[in-house]
Every structure is written in C-alpha cells, then in structure tokens.
C-alpha cells in the first residue's frame, strides 16, 4: 500500500467576470494564491496539471508557467467537459501517489461566454436545435428531473427549492458570483429556461480559477505542513457506462454511482460518514437526482431530503455550502478544484460563518457531458489530516 | 403528405432514404445481448462482441418514456418546443421534438403512444436540397393510419 497523498496548499478567484484577464492570468493568480497558502513556490512544483475546457488547444498550463515562472516542469492539459478540473487534480494525485512527485499544481481555469452554452449551426448549416429535440445544457438536465418526476412523482416546488437553499448559502460565500437570497416565489416565477427548470435553477457562466497544491505523505512530513494537510481517502473517475438509452437520453445517474460506490470502497467510509458535500449542481434538477446517486437518502426519497431541509445548513448532511454552481458560478475547468477548495476550507476549520463543526470527512463530485458525445465523473473524498 | 423524399438530404445520420424515397432510421441489433441502437456500431456498446451486430431498420412506433419542454433556446430557434425522449417498441430509444401535442406537462402523460414521422424540415443543404427529419407525433388511432 503506498503512502497517503495530502492537498497542502488550495485557493480560488473569487468567481465572476474578468473581461480584462486572460485566461492564464487568472489560472496563474490561482496557483499563486494555492502556493501561498502552502508557502511554497513554483520552484518547488514538479509537474503541472491543468484543468480547461473551452480552450483546449491553447496550452493554457504552458501559459500559466509563462506568469508565474518557467521552471520547465512537465505539463498535462486535461479537457474533459465539466470534470476537467477534477481530471487534472485526479491526474496530480495519480503521479503522486504513484511516487513520481512529491510535489505538483493542480490549475482549473475557464474563460466564459454569458447564456447558452454551444450554437445551434452544424458544419452542413443545418441547424437540429428545435428539430431533433434539443441540445442545450437546460434541456438535458430538465429531462434528467422530468425521469425523476416520472418515477417518484417529484415536483417543480420541490426541484426549486434546491436553488433557494444554495442561493442562502452563498451569502455566506464572499467567493461566490451571486450571493442573494431568492425565495421560492421568485424562483418559480423566474423565467423557465427548460420545464422545470428556470433560470434561477440554472448555474451562472462566470469567470474563474481555483489551484491545488498535491503532495506526499514523506513530503508534508519533511515541511512540516501535516497542521493544514487535507488527506485524499479517494480519488476515482469514471466515463460513460452502457444504459439502454444513451443515445436518447445521457446518463449522469449510473456514471455518478460508479464513481461514488468506487470512491466510499477506496476510503473505507460509506456515505453515512459524509459530513458535507459540494456536488454538481450545474441545474437544481442535477442536485436533486445526485442525492440518490451518492447515497445520501434511498431511492425516491430526494425529494423528501430538501422538504425536510436535511441538506441545507444546519441540516443532517449539508450539500453546497458554497452556494453551489447555482450561485457561485461555474467556470468549467475551475469547477472541480473549486469544490475540493470549499471542501477544505471546512475540514481545516477555515470556513468562518458557513462552517460545519468538527467536519472530518466531505465529498466533491462533478460531471461533464454532452448528448452523444458522452461523460466524465470525478469524485474525491476529503479527510482532515 | 408526401411520403417520397428522393433527392432530400437526411438531417441526421441515422436517417436514411431507401431506394423508394422513403426515409427510415437506421440502427443495428446485438443478437448476443439483444440491445437496439440507433446508428452503427463497431462492436456492441452493452457486451462489447463484434460479431454478433446487424443492421436493422428501427421501428416507427413508440412510446413518451420522459421530455422537457424548451422555453430559451439558441437564437433564431422556435419556443416552445417538446424535446422527447421515445422508447420504440421494437427496440432503441430516440430523442427528437415532438410535435401536435401541446406543451404543458399536464398533457404529456407517461408512456403515451406516439409514432415516429418523417417531414421536410424546412431547411435546405447545400445545392438547396431540403433537409428531411424524423419528428415524434401522438399516435394516430390504427383504422385512421393512411401514409408512413
């Protein structure tokens, strides 16, 4: 069994817009904040992963490096929809664990657009949006609620809920893009983007980054960092698993479980050992179906979860503390790392008026995909060192 | 309505049009596991043979399995819209718009039978050959069934 790995340094931009930055601007002013927090320097990194979506190609960790210090350290760019950040942290902890570091960066960073994601052209200008049903984010996790209400008979009021309990949290979150209350009158009444979900149910396109620093057990020892350390109890990703309609409907519900079932195996900890979550919640939709999918409550019993207020602060298992993508935003690639950072902030006891006491054990997911492209899961579990 | 679409261009892959213009939505079938999909594959998804996939026509009757009803979409795209998701009865699920039935959750009740029709889009290719898709329809009772 190899040694433990440990988060020893990890930050975040306030998320929001940052027309004026570049987008390796941002991500090295993540790094710089994470390695500050762990008082080290790029000198010290030995390899660089970085999380990116919309830019894939444009080498954004080369160009983070050219920031903030060109020590020539091996550099991975990870895309892999909305877990790329999580892909790139994943893949520091791998070369960690492994025993080929000691020391990486894990970066998340995406520059966004304002409304929908994608277009609805085609290369032969033919345009499906409208014809072959529909390819909007809104849509694909609209229809995820709708099979969740058709099978449990859950329900709009209940679906809306979710963003009013993660719109409160985020006023507790002076990292997060929005933080105001929205009761449940105006959350319903707010424009309906895809049934049900309006779009106060939908998470904002923002701007952002957010850096890890991933170490060594014999490393954190010899810096005497252990105080802080965050353990890595689990690391496990997953892609798209066969379900018999897939090429109708993405699955995020199996992809999600596999990932969580082989994450609570790897820690040794089911999820009655969870005390708090930061989960995908890109559309109240998603939250809701993720309960389940993370074994917090039994099948069905979702919706009785938010009724109840058993994941709201205070609650028996808070989930996004931070406001969630629904408030704090979501910049993709940053995404994942982000969470892992709220996460953490409450294990160290760091994390001021929104804190969960004596928080031991939290959970980060997200995941990514696309209709008939496919998915990405990651999950982590996070133990106070 | 015309049922020969000889010189249309399909709007999807999975659209074909046979030699007798009539379009139909190509799939394939694993013999081993029994899965239908839409389109073709190397190998099964579900049970990953390679030698036992074979090239069906999927059906064109089906049932409502879930939807959401569209309201914001990309510019210049028409709201609201049903984008459904069909379980077909012979096999495969699709998703697609459904069309002739009004968009309001009270009146898309679970499972309701719809069949699979094929019509001009409305948009045109290069060369301004129109486009033909597959839509989803409420289910015409059987006697009142006079084209494909």
Known sequence: MSEDVYIVGIDMTPFGRYPNRTTAQLGAEAALLALDDAGLTIQDMQALYCGNQLQAFMMIGQQILHEIGETGIPVVNTANACASGGTAFREGYFAVKGGMYDLVLAVGVEQMGRGLLGAAGRGDGFIEEGVIGSMTTPAMFSQIGMEHHRKYGTTFEQFAKIAVKNHHHSTFNPKAMSRRETPLEEVMASEMISYPNTKLMCSINVDGAAAAIIASEKKVKELGLMGRAIRVRASQMTSTPFTPRQDAITDFNLTTRNAANAAYEQAGVGPQDVQLIELHDCFATAEMVHYENLGICGEGEAGMMVDTGATAMGGRIPVNLSGGLLSKGHPLGATGIANLYEISLHLRGEAGARQVENAKIGLTHVVGGMTGLGTACVVHVLEKA | ?148
Do not use: W
């Not at chain 2, 069909?86 to 069949?115: F, I």
């Open chain 2, 1 to 148: 309505m015309a049922s020969d679409f000889s010189g249309f261009l399909p709007a999807a892959p999975v659209i074909r049009i046979g030699d007798d213009g009539r379009p139909f939505i190509a799939g394939s079938r694993c013999s081993n596991c029994g899965n239908t999909f839409p389109g073709e594959r190397m190998a099964c998804s579900a049970c990953c043979r390679r030698d036992t996939i074979e090239a069906v026509r999927l059906g064109t009757k089906g049932k409502l399995y879930n939807y959401t009803i569209v309201h914001r979409s990309y510019p210049g795209v028409k709201v609201p819209f049903v984008a459904a998701i069909v379980d077909l009865d012979e096999g495969g699920s699709l998703r697609g718009t459904l069309l002739e039935a009004e968009p309001d959750p009270a009146k898309l009740p679970p499972d309701m039978p719809v069949d699979v029709v094929f019509r001009d889009t409305g948009q045109t290719g290069p060369e301004g050959k129109p486009f033909v898709s597959y839509f989803f329809v409420p289910a015409q009772p059987a006697q009142a069934q006079g084209e494909a």
